[in-house]
């Protein structure tokens, strides 16, 4: 069975540029997270998606989306990149919307330049 | 914001040794996690803990949990080479947050 897969691993994006991340979540599982990894800092909460409802938002400023499709993938997008918004970008899954432990995908590299 | 933070914040051990990190957070549970990072890369769940649980235990792995003091302790015991990453609890409550991490680094 595959894994969380996320597309792209590595992105370079200019200032002020938009950009769209992908996630696959393991087959069966309904709910999809996304988190910001600065270097050196544990990871932040961004959104959580369940069964294509938005659960939950973390403190992140509206330039941040994201959505769920019917078959349960999930994109994040980023809208006028900043400097500060370089960093990895992970996308976990579960089979439910709480209490379970969530499966990670190794992430998106993303560096605004 | 970070609503979990660890301790301590890097650890250096002989391989055989026993690990202990710590976790405090803020705000009430449904359950606390802890996971493991290797190289920045994606992170790997561990263990889960309900909030009416005080300690469990996984392979090697043994955390306990106090609700009332809202900490939580991660015992890695003969520790390997292998188990050289970083640990990061994470409470799930109304949001799920992150703590800051603990690099622990096995000496063979």
């Known amino acids: 069975d595959a894994g969380v897969t996320q597309s792209p691993t590595h992105l370079i994006k200019t200032r002020g540029q938009q950009v769209t991340l992908r996630c696959s979540p393991i087959?069966?599982?309904?709910?999809v997270s996304w988190y910001q990894q600065v270097l050196g800092q544990g990871p932040q909460f961004i959104f959580q998606?369940?069964?294509?409802?938005?659960?939950g938002r973390g403190n992140f400023p509206d330039r941040f989306s994201a959505r769920q499709f019917p078959n349960y993938s999930s994109e994040l997008n980023v809208n006028a990149l900043l400097l500060g918004d370089s960093a990895l970008y992970l996308c976990?899954?579960?089979?439910?919307?709480?209490?379970?432990?969530?499966?990670f995908g190794s992430g998106t590299r993303l560096t605004v330049v | 914001s970070q609503q979990g933070e660890e301790d301590p914040q890097a650890l250096s051990i002989q391989e055989g040794e026993n690990a202990t990190m710590n976790c405090s957070y803020k705000?009430?549970?449904?359950?606390l996690q802890w996971y493991r990072q290797n190289s920045g890369r994606g992170l790997v769940h561990l263990i889960l803990?309900?909030?009416?649980?005080r300690e469990k235990h996984s392979g090697r792995l043994r955390v306990t949990l106090d609700t009332s003091k809202k900490s939580s302790s991660l015992l890695i015991t003969a520790s390997r080479a292998a188990d050289t990453a970083s640990y990061f609890c994470?409470?799930?409550?109304?949001?799920?947050?992150f703590g800051t991490g603990t690099s622990l680094t096995v000496i063979p």
């Open positions: 705000t009430s549970i449904n359950n």
């Open positions: 976990a899954s579960s089979p439910f919307d709480r209490n379970y432990g969530y499966t």
């Open positions: 803990i309900r909030s009416n649980e």
């Open positions: 087959s069966g599982h309904k709910s």
């Open positions: 998606y369940y069964e294509k409802e938005e659960r």
């Open positions: 994470a409470t799930d409550g109304n949001q799920f947050y």
